[in-house]
């Protein structure tokens, strides 16, 4: 994966190699990886030279997030229904 000219390349992403693409980045979104990166330095030094979003993992990387449920009554998807129904 690389950064460069507002352009995200994923090199190697789910379908292999033959899948490879470009995604374009606004600045915003440049600014926020650009955060992602340095702090992700800062934390998980060594998994930072393959990962983007680091953890402290087998894996080296973030490979499920879930919430506990009795934390927050909304989550994930739960919004997007409500959404829904509302509208």
């Known amino acids: ?5 507002g352009v995200l390349h994923i ?7 033959i899948k490879a693409f470009d995604l374009p980045l606004s600045n915003a979104m440049m600014r926020c990886l650009v955060r992602v990166m340095r702090i992700g330095r800062a934390l998980y030094e060594e998994q930072s030279r393959d990962w983007l979003f680091q953890a402290d ?3 080296g990387h973030m490979a499920e997030h879930k919430e506990k ?3 927050l ?3 994930g998807n739960d919004l997007r229904q409500t959404f829904r ?3």
């Open 57 to 59: 993992s087998e894996s």
């Open 73 to 75: 009554s909304k989550w």
């Open 1 to 5: 994966m690389s950064i460069f000219a």
């Open 85 to 87: 129904t509302i509208a």
């Open 69 to 71: 449920r009795d934390d």
């Open 11 to 17: 090199p190697r992403p789910k379908g292999g190699e």
